[in-house]
């Protein structure tokens, strides 16, 4: 049975950086397309990043320069690399994986001064 397991998540102040981190147990993970979400307190959760097997990448307007996804397949983990961190970018973040519509557990960002 596949697992996600995330972590890299805390409190940074505004204009700082963080990289999460997303590890499959249990999978072919070099086929999977992967994403990243979030969902801030009071809102609907929503994709920021996703990359496919091929290493394609999309992200949401509102992280466009700031933010990087990746994956190492050797590693069975995919990342976001997140910069200029705003306040709004506070949200608790989960990596998904399309195919297997399965998500991982939640890390809490939180960008404040």
């Known amino acids: 049975q596949v697992q996600l397991v995330e972590s890299g998540g805390g409190l940074v102040q505004p204009g700082g950086s963080l990289r999460l981190s997303c590890a499959a147990a249990?999978?072919?993970?070099?086929?999977?397309?992967m994403a990243w979400y979030r969902q801030a307190p009071g809102k609907q959760r929503e994709l920021v990043a996703d990359?496919?097997?091929?290493?394609?990448?999309n992200y949401a307007d509102s992280v466009k320069g700031r933010f990087t996804i990746s994956r190492d397949n050797v590693k069975n983990t995919v990342y976001l690399q997140m910069n200029s961190l705003k306040p709004e970018d506070t949200a608790v973040y989960y990596c998904?994986?399309?195919?297997?519509?399965?998500w991982g557990q939640g890390t809490q960002v939180t960008v404040s001064s």
């Open positions: 249990g999978s072919i993970f070099s086929t999977y397309a």
């Open positions: 990359t496919n097997s091929g290493g394609s990448r």
């Open positions: 998904y994986i399309f195919r297997l519509n399965l």
